[in-house]
């Protein structure tokens, strides 16, 4: 337990409850670790929610070389999405759902980027240069999986690397966990060939929700709102509020623990 003075974003007693048995086990070999898992996960949650750099963490946190190292490992080894599906399916559960969703809300976001880096293009429709995060959300809002590509890329293209992507892990994993699966509804941005496409290569039914008859402006519509609230929710850390990283899948992973946080938040109240 930390003596230092709390910030806003720290874990509080009851969440690191749920977050404990998610995190590594203590390995067998190596140096000892100096910073306890908990104060690594504050000075991550730090960053996304205030949008700083890594070299300006507060003196009070883990040096950023060890926080920065453990956000790295756990992107390439996958951790940030497993515990985004095990706290996916912890909250379900408290609502009264089944773990897996049987339907979903598929969209994406078009994000201006900071600086350089790979798969930077430009948005024609949205005018914005920089890169475009793709998700599906059950109808609770929470994240199934996020992409993010470059803003260039067509939104019914980034829906089937998605959907394939969500598709494949499916197949791997041990519990066929997408099988519940049936329905996905998408804007109009989605129709044509990409509806056949996931009727025939995944077995699911994409339906459209069109916009109201003689809609001008702005209105809330059935299904698609929800996906909407989400990018809301992203957005409100400031690491999301633009594109800063170098890669793709840093942003994939920002994103996924900014979701982490939200759901173990839901799960602690």
Known sequence: MTTRKRYLTDVTEA????????MPSPSQTGRPRTHAWRE????????????LAWRMLPHDLPPWQTVYHYFRKWRKDGTWEQWNTALREAVR???????????AVLDSQS????EGGEAIGYDAGKQIHGR?????????GLLLMVIVTSASLQDRDGAKLLLQRLFDRGKKSVH????????IWADSAYGGELILWVKKNLGWVLEIIKKLEGQKGFQILPKRWK???TFGWLTRN?????????????SEAFIYIAMIRLMTRRLAA
Request: proline letters at 4%.
């Open 238 to 250: 400031r690491r999301l509020s633009r594109d800063y990283e170098r890669l793709p899948e840093t």
């Open 15 to 22: 969440e690191w409850r749920i977050l404990a048995p998610l």
């Open 227 to 229: 996906v909407e609230r």
């Open 111 to 114: 994000v201006k980027s900071a």
């Open 93 to 103: 559960h408290k609502a009264g759902r089944d773990k897996e969703p049987s339907a």
């Open 40 to 51: 690594i996960l504050n000075a991550i949650f730090y960053v996304v929610r205030g949008g």
């Open 176 to 183: 066929n966990r997408w099988c519940r699966l049936k329905l």
């Open 132 to 140: 475009k995060r793709h998700i599906l959300v059950d109808t609770l």
